[in-house]
């Protein structure tokens, strides 16, 4: 695959959960179904082992790290010739230098197309020291540039430094997921001073998916107005009601390059921001956001439970209730039916 032409066309690509039992204890039947279901519901890609997947499968005690992204790909090679087309296997990396390195040569070996490189661990050093950490994993892979929000472990960056990071050339894409309007330009902008137009710009902002995914972003650069979009997305929000989200981005691929947009649209992008909500929790900072994801997919059949690796991890109070409420609000945004049309064979 030519992950950089495949990222630049716009996917749609869903943060792959993990599925546990009652137990905590990792259920590969599940986990195989959720992958199916990905799959068949008209991604372009997948993402595994990123925050979804639970940070906490790296842990010795546990020890998921490569059965997580060697069922994934394993699936993902019986499935993709049923779909009639191409998926980009994306693998999160983490953690310092070294660690970063050896789980992006792991991904690499195992046939993912790219790294997502989270910063979190690198927080407090200088812009200067992560951007050299970026270069050395690129060594080893394609890597996607990661703004994180700081509210779950990232920082802000300056603009100069995500002009630095455009200028690595094995770098072939940027999740902009600052959940902030003012970074989120500071990106975009950034990459067209940079003058790279082979890079994809993706969104992370599940808090305003839709509105990036619409906007013509117009920046100067040689004394010409130069047009960049953030052309697809790589969120845990598409990781539920996929086969819904999945049809909601083709929509918006034909009528981002119509001359007028309907209102309608804004209307659509505010319904979305308040199932994204109700799953993801910013009423308490977050703290429920994988449990949410997971008690959709519960609710579906699609996992046993809604239990993570961190028993510390739970829904908080009155998530439940939003969570029924969007799902009865929105009903053309969920895919309740297409789940349970396939479900036993998912599980099979």
């Known amino acids: 695959m030519d992950i950089r032409s495949h990222l630049l066309a716009g996917q749609a690509i869903p943060a792959h959960p993990l599925a546990l039992d009652s137990r905590r204890r990792f259920s590969e039947r599940h986990q195989r179904a959720l992958t199916r279901y990905y799959l068949e519901s008209g991604v372009g890609g997948l993402a595994v082992a990123v925050h979804s997947t639970q940070f906490e499968i790296r842990e010795p005690k546990h020890g998921l790290l490569r059965p997580v992204l060697e069922?994934?790909?394993?699936?993902?090679?019986?499935?993709?010739?049923?779909?009639?087309?191409?998926?980009?296997?994306?693998?999160?990396?983490?953690?310092?230098?070294?660690?970063?390195?050896?789980?992006?040569?792991?991904?690499?070996?195992?046939?993912?197309?790219?790294?997502?490189?989270?910063?979190?661990?690198?927080?407090?050093?200088?812009?200067?020291?992560?951007?050299?950490?970026?270069?050395?994993?690129?060594?080893?892979?394609?890597?996607i540039g990661f703004y994180l929000q700081p509210t779950v472990g990232g920082r802000v960056f300056t603009v100069a430094f995500w002009r630095a990071v455009a200028e690595i050339p094995n770098l072939v894409a940027i999740k902009i997921a600052p959940f902030n309007r003012y970074q989120t330009v500071d990106v975009v902008r950034a990459t067209v001073e940079v003058g790279r137009e082979d890079l994809a710009l993706y969104t992370g902002n599940d808090d305003a998916l839709v509105t990036d995914l619409l906007t013509p972003f117009q920046f100067e650069r040689d004394h010409a107005t130069v047009t960049r979009r953030i052309v697809g997305g790589l969120l845990g929000h598409w990781g539920v009601w996929t086969r819904a989200a999945a049809a909601l981005f083709e929509q918006i691929k034909v009528v981002?390059?119509?001359?007028?947009?309907?209102?309608?649209?804004?209307?659509?992008?505010?319904?979305?921001?308040?199932?994204?909500?109700?799953?993801?929790?910013?009423?308490h900072q977050f703290a429920g956001c994988i449990p949410g994801i997971l008690e959709v997919l519960r609710r579906q059949g699609l996992v046993h439970s809604r239990c993570c690796l961190d028993?510390?991890?739970?829904?908080?109070?009155?998530?439940?209730?939003e969570l029924t409420r969007v799902s009865a609000a929105y009903p053309e945004l969920t895919d309740d039916i297409f789940v349970a049309q396939n479900l036993d064979r998912w599980l099979r």
Request: aromatic fraction near 4%; glycine fraction near 4%; proline fraction near 5%.
């Open 311 to 321: 028993p510390r991890e739970s829904l908080s109070p009155g998530q439940a209730q």
């Open 71 to 143: 069922l994934a790909a394993e699936t993902a090679r019986e499935t993709v010739p049923l779909t009639g087309h191409e998926v980009a296997l994306i693998a999160g990396v983490c953690g310092r230098t070294i660690q970063a390195v050896s789980e992006a040569a792991l991904a690499r070996d195992l046939g993912y197309h790219a790294a997502l490189v989270s910063m979190a661990a690198l927080a407090s050093e200088k812009e200067s020291f992560i951007l050299n950490h970026l270069k050395t994993v690129a060594e080893t892979m394609p890597i």
């Open 256 to 283: 981002r390059n119509q001359p007028v947009l309907d209102a309608a649209w804004l209307t659509r992008a505010a319904a979305v921001t308040d199932m994204n909500a109700a799953v993801f929790d910013p009423a």
